[in-house]
């Protein structure tokens, strides 16, 4: 039977780096930013509907992110039709690579997968955490969003404790040895049945 993980956090925290880890323990990978960027791209599904809604938003025959938050930040009711387009087709990504992966484990990477409700479809939930300061000082580091940038994506996200409070498993990601070896004893105890599907 196969085991459906969940593995969420907040910006910064790690996830992306730890997913990997669950791929090199031999679990397979959906990822929910991977299927927009997919949806996204030339030749995406995505890319008529939005055209259909939002024509200035498909650029070179893609999806320009850019262009979607100019559009969302001059008209806040965009970003619900957005969703109404993208949502459907990310949930067909999900539901293809499910049906079709052969690991004994999925892990579902999905950032806001409390705020949208998709726990309810997984097995389990895993969510990595770091103290507060430590994700700001790991945002800022990459160099991609100004503090405020940074400020308005946490206040949207759900609180990283209320995340881990509503987890089955909290990985610390201090460093790369301890995430791993939390990643290492959550695929034991799934693989040992002490975590049932």
């Known amino acids: ?76 009711q965009a970003l619900k039709r957005i969703e109404a387009i993208v949502h459907p087709l990310v949930a067909e990504d999900r539901a293809r690579f499910r049906d079709s992966a052969t690991a004994d484990i999925l892990v579902f990477d999905i950032p806001l997968l409390f705020e949208t409700g998709g726990e309810a479809a997984m097995d389990a939930v895993a969510c990595v955490s770091i103290p507060p300061e430590e994700q700001k000082a790991r945002v800022m580091a990459r160099g991609t969003m100004t503090e405020a940038q940074f400020e308005q994506i946490r206040a949207k996200q759900m609180p990283n404790e209320e995340k881990c409070a509503r987890s089955d498993f909290v990985i610390v990601t201090d460093t790369l040895d301890h995430a791993r070896a939390q990643v290492q004893d959550i695929v034991r105890q799934i693989r040992a049945g002490n975590i049932h599907a």
């Open 1 to 76: 039977m196969t085991f459906r993980l969940g593995l969420t956090g907040s910006i910064g925290m790690g996830k992306s780096t730890t997913a990997q880890m669950f791929v090199d323990e031999g679990c397979a990978l959906w990822d929910a930013d991977a299927a927009v960027h997919r949806l996204y791209s030339s030749g995406g599904a995505a890319v008529a509907p939005m055209r259909a809604a939002f024509p200035d938003a498909v650029v070179d025959d893609a999806v320009s992110r850019p262009v979607l938050k100019h559009i969302i930040a001059e008209d806040p």
